[in-house]
């Protein structure tokens, strides 16, 4: 690239003409155009390596689709969405928290030896894998609000922020919307610990 300045200015000097200067004057541009793109590429080239080299932070390669909380007046409520991960790694949120709830767990569901569907904390974190999404649906996955701080009302929104493996965090907010589903019990937990508060 360095050789490449000295050709701007002699096919000018040497053609006087009107129809030669702009010929070339366009050439030129068409030279600059030419000459700044391959720039570009090489410069998103290298930074392209190095960053597959160190690994882009979980964080900034994974995003949320359809997100959506359930909303509940008090206890216990849930988020669900799809967690997109776009890098070429597999990702682990291992924990999530947000200011509508006390405490929170990552929840899956399950059958337990009574063929009932219960939800439990998921041992070792919801795991992305590269370039796939996981479903955080009712009667699945999802991110469970054991204990809200206020009652959560359809159409609010309420922010979460997801941890990773690596430490790295990312943050997402979501609207809350009716929803009479996901009253899976509590794992170990009596009846009254359902997901929806008073919900029917
Ligand atoms: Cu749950």
Partial sequence: ???????????????????????????TSKLLALTAAAVIALTGCSTAASTTADTKPAGESVAIENGWVKAADEGMSAAFGELENSSDQDVTVVSATTKASTMIELHETVENESGEMVMR?????????????????PGGNHI?????????????????????????????????????????????????????????
Avoid: W
């Fill in 1 to 27: 690239m360095t050789d490449t300045p000295p050709t701007f200015h002699h096919p000018i000097q040497q053609h006087p003409t009107r129809k030669g200067i702009t010929m070339h004057a366009r050439t």
């Fill in 121 to 137: 904390e998921k041992s070792g974190g919801f795991t992305i894998p590269a370039g796939k999404s996981l479903s955080l649906e």
């Fill in 144 to 200: 469970m609000l054991m204990d809200l701080v206020n009652p959560i009302k359809a159409g609010d929104e309420v922010t979460f922020t997801l941890t990773f493996s690596d430490d790295s965090t990312y943050e997402f907010t979501v609207p809350a919307k009716d929803y009479s589903g996901a009253n899976e019990n509590y794992e170990g937990g009596d009846t009254d610990m359902d997901m929806g508060g008073d919900s029917k």
